[in-house]
């Protein structure tokens, strides 16, 4: 094998970016391709459960399948509860693909996208850093207390 083949050949087009929830973490590979989105190694239409489909589908259905048909990508996901997990594989597609417009298109349908993912829903682009609260001693949780008797 020759060293230099790899190199010659055009530069694969390709940003990871992450998304988060609570303890769940997904990392999107956005590539120049043909629109497939997959997490999972599972088309994005059979995400479980089918309740919070829709949530997945969302940036895709924000902007619209055009901005999508260039590029693939595949997220894997882990950690965390169902719901957590499709909040940070919503989270880690719109980060994607406003990475990949800023790295490989232009500027400005960059803004245009990240305006229109803020205009919808901030969590979209931005990781919500709420996390559990520690329990304590004497109560059933963080901050309720057991109930406490005077005879």
């Not at 973490?25 to 190694?41: D, E, F, L, Q, S």
Request: include cysteine; hydrophobic fraction near 35%.
């Amino acid at each position: 094998l020759d060293e230099g083949s790899m190199s010659s050949k055009t530069e694969i087009k390709s940003v990871q970016t992450f998304g988060r929830k609570r303890t769940a973490t997904a990392v999107a590979h956005c590539k120049a391709g043909k629109g497939v989105v997959k997490v999972n190694g599972c088309p994005i239409e059979l995400v479980n459960p089918p309740v919070l489909r829709a949530k997945v589908i969302e940036p895709i259905l924000l902007l619209s399948k055009e901005r999508f048909a260039g590029v693939d990508i595949r997220v894997r996901v882990k950690g965390g509860g169902y719901t957590s997990q499709i909040y940070a594989i919503r989270q880690a597609i719109a980060k994607g693909i406003v990475a990949y417009y800023q790295k490989y298109v232009d500027e400005a349908s960059k803004k245009e996208i990240k305006d229109t993912l803020m205009a919808f829903d901030r969590t979209l682009l931005v990781a919500d850093p709420r996390r559990r609260e520690p329990k304590k001693f004497g109560g059933r949780g963080a901050r309720s207390r057991y109930q406490k008797s005077y005879r």
